[in-house]
């Protein structure tokens, strides 16, 4: 079974750019979680859907905003970057409709850079 | 917020030592999960735990529930180089949403 897909794996952006990440789940799950990794702040929930509709959403400003699409791929984007949009954007899906002690499968991330 | 708080930040030992990293908070759980991160990837789930006192081991780890379910351990025995990694405990709300610690950042040098 294929894991957890994103594209692109690297990226880099100028200030004020926009960047939109797309993110492949496993076949199957209709789950699909977005997390933000730096160095400063570890790793921070970003959004969720599930069945084309956000779920959750974490406390990000709202040039972060995500969708998915009817076979459940996901994308997300970040308009009018800033230098502290830098970080390595996972993605994650579960079969779990629900939370608790599911397991969530995390793709290997996009490495975004803002110059 | 249930704030996940881990220690150390930072561990680098040498090949065959045991080590423990931990993962506290004020808050009680239903549970939670330990993941390991190799660089460049996402992270791996090791064990979730569920019970209060509950002990799961998985080769060389065993890990750990707090009796009152607000912390846990991580214990690895003869650590190797392959065991190197960012370890992080989590737990995951409802919808799928899932709160991480700082991570431990482990190195061991063969």
């Known amino acids: 079974k294929a894991g957890v897909t994103q594209t692109p794996r690297y990226l880099i952006k100028t200030r004020g750019q926009q960047v939109t990440l797309s993110c492949s789940p496993i076949s199957g799950h209709r789950s699909v979680s977005w997390y933000q990794q730096t160095p400063g702040q570890g790793l921070q929930f970003l959004f969720e859907?599930?069945?084309?509709?956000?779920?959750n959403k974490g406390n990000f400003p709202g040039r972060f905003s995500g969708r998915q699409f009817s076979n459940s791929r996901s994308e997300m984007n970040v308009s009018t970057l800033e230098l502290g949009d830098s970080a390595l954007y996972l993605c994650?899906?579960?079969?779990?409709?629900?939370?608790?002690?599911?397991?969530?499968?995390f793709g290997p991330g996009t490495r975004l850079t803002v110059l | 917020t249930q704030l996940l708080e881990q220690s150390p930040q930072f561990l680098s030992i040498q090949e065959g030592e045991n080590l423990t990293v931990y993962c506290n908070s004020s808050?009680?759980?239903?549970?939670l999960q330990w993941y390991r991160q190799e660089p460049g990837e996402g992270p791996v789930l090791l064990v979730t735990?569920?019970?209060?006192?509950e002990v799961k081991k998985l080769k060389r780890l065993t890990f750990q529930f707090g009796d009152a379910r607000k912390d846990s351990s991580l214990h690895i025995t003869a650590a190797q180089p392959g065991d190197t990694g960012l370890y992080l405990c989590?737990?995951?709300?409802?919808?799928?949403?899932?709160?991480f610690g700082g991570g431990t950042r482990l190195m061991v040098k063969p």
């Open positions: 808050s009680v759980f239903s549970s």
């Open positions: 859907y599930f069945s084309e509709t956000q779920r």
């Open positions: 994650a899906s579960s079969y779990r409709t629900s939370g608790g002690a599911g397991e969530q499968f």
């Open positions: 735990v569920v019970t209060g006192g």
């Open positions: 989590a737990h995951n709300n409802a919808g799928n949403m899932l709160t």
